[in-house]
């Protein structure tokens, strides 16, 4: 398997910045870590390792990126707006660096993915950027970040808070592209975030975005079950 270290000075949040880059052709997955992750986590936990067929017959390429989540939504310490401008900053890391870095790959399609807050991440890109992005794997996440800033509320929340910015989405062409968006939520029966995915899958409804909302049976917020997700949801990608 092609594996690729990258490691450049971000213009865009003032500090390095660490990827991998799994396969050499295929649909580019840009892949986002859970809550406070690095960009080795989907390696470690074997998420790779379940993709190694996909990716080494060309079909998938996986670009593995870091988090800043220690320094925008989990930043307690600072000032609610600082957090969500570092998330601004940090959605323009992925949209003007990471992503011409993926188009080395001439494959158009991009599908972003993650897990956890990494959810949160894959859709929220996808959701602001739909003109970029051909299908979405959020797979157990949590959609309204109101819950990380303390009351405080400005545009930068606003636009990087899915269960807000979608259910004022009017534009036509916007919407258009939505709804052309291959969406794959995930969820399972008797975990807490249940309501947030159920959430997220009404509002889509709401604005007649079709979408797959899937709920595993028992408990699935965990690797082994992410694993059997991916396997399911992204292998047949091209």
């Known amino acids: 398997m092609n594996r690729e270290y990258h490691r450049w000075f971000s213009p865009s949040l003032g500090r390095d910045m660490e990827m991998l880059v799994f396969g050499h052709a295929g649909a580019r997955v840009l892949v986002f870590p859970t809550s406070k992750g690095k960009y080795y986590e989907w390696e470690d936990r074997g998420m790779i390792e379940t993709l190694s067929d996909p990716i080494n017959r060309g079909w998938l390429q996986v670009f593995c990126v870091d988090s800043v989540d220690e320094e925008s939504w989990y930043a307690r310490w600072k000032w609610p707006g600082d957090r ?19 188009r080395r790959n001439p494959n158009p399609f991009l599908i972003t993915a993650g897990a956890s807050f990494g959810a949160y991440h894959a859709a929220n890109f996808a959701f602001r950027h739909p003109e970029l992005v051909g299908r979405v794997l959020a797979m157990n996440g949590i959609y309204d970040i109101r819950g990380w800033t303390d009351g405080h509320h400005d545009d930068n929340v606003y636009f990087n808070n899915p269960m807000e910015y979608l259910r004022n989405e009017f534009d036509p062409g916007r919407l258009a592209l939505l709804k052309r968006m291959d969406i794959i939520l995930t969820t399972s029966e008797n975990e807490d975030l249940r309501p947030a995915t159920e959430a997220l899958s009404q509002l889509l409804w709401d604005k007649g975005i079709w979408h797959a909302l899937r709920i595993w049976k028992g408990w699935a917020h965990d690797w082994p079950w992410w694993r059997q997700m991916v396997s399911t949801y992204l292998s047949g990608a091209d």
Do not use: F, G, M, T
């Not at 969500?84 to 993926?102: C, F, H, K, M, T």
């Open 84 to 102: 969500a401008w570092r998330q601004v900053q940090y959605d323009n890391y992925l949209r003007y660096e990471v992503i011409p870095l993926s």
